[in-house]
């Protein structure tokens, strides 16, 4: 199964770009963040990869859609449910 790029819909302060990203690279959002506020300091061009980000990249589809969910529910013997 190939992975995707989305906007979070669980993971979300603004856009759930952050929260996509994050997911995609699978590293906590937080780092995102900081690496974003980071770029917008450094001259403002965060910003506008941000609204880029938000404007290009597609929202998740709902779980219960059939779609892409990051989380998967797993027993304790590591099998789907």
Do not use: H, W
Request: proline share 4%; glycine share 12%.
């Amino acid at each position: 199964m190939q992975k995707k790029l989305y906007r979070s819909v669980t993971d979300r302060k603004i856009a759930g770009v952050c929260g996509g990203l994050a997911e995609y690279l699978n590293i906590d959002s937080t780092i995102v963040r900081l690496l974003l506020v980071l770029f917008c300091l450094a001259g403002g061009s965060g910003v506008i990869a941000y609204i880029v980000c938000a404007l290009v990249i597609p929202e998740a589809p709902a779980a219960g859609d059939g779609g892409y969910t990051p989380y998967t529910d797993v027993n304790a013997d590591g099998e789907n449910r």
